[in-house]
């Protein structure tokens, strides 16, 4: 059986950079107490 590697890269990639956003960007607000903006700016860094 084929493995089609180009379809694992493309969903190991976009699961990554989710699990990026939710714990880092998360972390900032629950932590933190980071403002709504700090939250949009480190999500928008990480993606």
Same mark, same amino acid.
């Given at each position: 059986?084929?493995?089609?590697?180009?379809?694992?890269?493309?969903?190991?990639?976009?699961?990554?950079?989710?699990?990026? =956003? =939710?714990?880092?960007?998360?972390?900032?607000?629950?932590?933190?107490?980071?403002?709504?903006?700090?939250?949009?700016?480190?999500?928008?860094? =990480?993606?």
């Amino acid at each position: 059986m084929k493995t089609n590697y180009l379809k694992r890269y493309i969903i190991s990639s976009y699961v990554l950079v989710w699990m990026l =956003i =939710i714990f880092v960007a998360g972390a900032a607000i629950l932590v933190f107490h980071a403002p709504p903006v700090i939250m949009w700016i480190v999500r928008n860094l =990480i993606a």
